[in-house]
C-alpha cells in the first residue's frame, strides 16, 4: 500500500514563499515520475509540477518561474517550493506517482494523501 504525507502549507500572504513535502513509503519511488496536483475549483486534481526519475522537470504555464519541483531519492520525497504566491494558488496540494504513457500523463495511485492546505491572502 502506498503511503502519501503531504505537508508545509499554511497561510501567507500574496508575494510570500512556502515550501511543500510530500514523504512517501511504498511503490517505486526513485524509478517513478513524480508530480504536485492542487484541487482545482471544479473539484479535480490538476497537475501543477513534474519531476522525472531522471530529474527533468515541467511546470503548468500559470506556476512556471515561480515553482520549484524537486526530489531527494534517500528519502523517498518530493518538494515544491513555491514562491511569488498569488491568491489564485489558493488551493488543496496533493502529490502522486505518475504513470506516463503515449504522451498521456496520470496519477499512479486512486489513493490520495490527506494533501495540505495552501491559502495566499491578498
Known amino acids: 500500500q502506498v503511503q502519501l504525507v503531504e505537508s508545509g502549507g499554511g497561510l501567507v500572504q500574496a508575494g510570500g514563499s512556502l515550501r511543500l513535502s510530500c514523504a512517501t513509503s511504498g511503490g517505486n519511488f526513485a524509478d517513478s515520475a513524480m508530480g504536485w496536483y492542487r484541487h482545482g475549483s471544479d473539484g479535480a486534481h490538476i497537475l501543477i509540477a513534474r519531476i522525472s526519475s531522471g530529474g527533468e522537470t515541467n511546470y503548468r504555464d500559470s506556476v512556471k518561474g515561480r515553482f520549484t519541483i524537486s526530489r531527494e531519492n534517500s528519502k523517498r520525497t518530493v518538494y515544491l517550493q513555491m514562491s511569488s504566491l498569488k491568491p489564485e494558488d489558493t488551493a488543496v496540494y496533493y502529490c502522486?506517482?505518475?504513470?506516463?504513457?503515449?504522451?498521456?500523463?496520470?496519477?499512479?495511485?486512486?489513493?490520495w494523501g490527506q494533501g495540505t492546505q495552501v491559502t495566499v491572502s491578498s
Open positions: 502522486n506517482f505518475l504513470t506516463i504513457e503515449r504522451g498521456i500523463i496520470r496519477p499512479t495511485y486512486n489513493d
